[in-house]
C-alpha cells in the first residue's frame, strides 16, 4: 500500500472511531480484497491459482490440483476449453460490448432463439442479466407484475422451501430459508415472504395444499430450486415430489419459478432437473453452466403466457428492469459456445458415468458411525457427517492429494467438470473419503 493511501485511510479510521491508530490499524489498511463467504479475521490463507486447464489448477508453488468442484459449479466443460476461448477471443476483436437497450447485436438475438429451441413448452422469452442472484430478482419482478399487468395487484409475495438458497441480493434473500444463517443479519431488511417444507407424506401435501389455497391471494408464486437444493448442503428431493408441489402450483392459480442456475444444463444428467418430473415451469432461472464457466451470465425465461402479460401498448406494462451488461456480446458469444459443446458431446453420458462411478465408490462411506448419509445425483456427490468440518483442518489433505474441496456445514461434496477421467473422479472420491476419515 502508498504511503498515501495509508495516511488518508488512517485519518478517516480515526476521525470515525472504528479503529484505533497504531499497527493494528496498519494490518487491516493492507487486506484490500475483502474475500466472500468468510471470517476475514481467521480465514485461513488462500490457495493462489496461477493458471487452469481441463479440470486442473495450477497453484503459484507449481503443483497441480483437481478443481472438484468446478469453481462454483460453472466448469462444466473443463478450464480453458479451446472452443469457448476462440469464441470470447473471437468476439473481443470484433465488439466487447455495446449496450441492449435500443441495440442488439447478433450473439445475442442468436442465443436468445437457441434457448427457445432448447427449452421445453413455450419458454420462449429470455431476459439475460449477469449473475444467478439477479435472475432470480428478474423472476420475482416479473412474477408479481404479471399479476399486476392483469389488474390483481395483491399478489406481493411467495410461497419458497426451507433449506432453499436463491441468492445474495434483497429479493434473491428474501426467499432463501429465513432460518439460514448467510443471511439472518437482514431478517428485518427483507420483503416477508411464506416458507414451507417440502412435503414428504399425503398429509404434508393435504397441508401443503390447504396452505396454497389460504394465501394465494396475496402470492405471485411458489419458487423451487427442482431437485437439488445445492448451497445449504446437496438437499435432495424426488422428481414425484417436484411432480406433485408443480401441479398444487398450478391447482392454486400461481405461476411456478424454477431456479435452475445450479442444476440446469444437464448437471443432474438432463437438459434441466424439472425434466426428470416433466414439469414446465412458468419462469426459468439460468446460469452457471450457461457460459461454461467463463463469463458471469445468467438469464431468466418466460412462457409466451407470462410475456403476454406485458406486451401491451401501454407504457407501464413494460418491464423495467436492465443491468448495464446485459446480454453483453462476450457472454453472449461464451454462451453460444457453450451451447455448441452440449449439443455436439456426449453431456448426458458423462454426467451418468459421474453418479454412477460416484455412488459405487461412495457408497461404502455411509457405513461409517459418523455418517449419517451419501448423495449422488447427477454430478452433484455428497457425503453427510454428524459434525462441521473444519476448513482449516481440511488445507493440509487438500494439498496432500491434490484436489480441491470446500464443504458446506456438515457436508463434503464434489461438483466435478463433466470432462473428469475415471481416474482423475477416483482421485477425487479418494479425498472426499479421507476428508470425511479424518472429521470423525
Known sequence: MSSRHEAVAHRAAVRSGTVDSGPEFDRLAGMTLWRPYCQMRTVSEPLHVVAAEGVWLELESGQRIIDALSSWWTVCHGHRHPHLVEAIVDQAHRMPHVMLGGIDHPQVVRLADRLAQLMPGSLNHSFFCDSGSVAVEVALKMAVQFWMNRGEPARKRFVCLRHSYHGDTSGAMSVCDPDDSMHRHFRGFLLEQYPQEMPVDEAGWHAFAEFLAEVGGQCAGVIVEPLVQAATGMRFHSPDQLRRLADLTREAGLLLIADEIGTGFWRTGKRLACDWAGVVPDILCLGKSLTGGTLPMAVTMATTEVFAAFYSEQPDHALMHGPTYMGNPLCCAAANASLDLFEREPVAERVAAIERMGREWLTPLAALPHVREVRCRGGFLAIETEKA?????????????????????????????????????????DAMAAAVSANA
Open 389 to 429: 468440518f473444519d476448513r482449516k483442518k481440511l488445507a493440509p489433505l487438500i494439498l496432500e492429494h491434490s484436489v480441491w474441496l470446500r464443504p458446506i456445514g456438515n457436508v463434503m461434496y464434489a461438483v466435478p467438470p463433466f470432462t473428469i477421467t475415471p481416474i482423475e473422479l477416483r482421485q477425487v472420491v
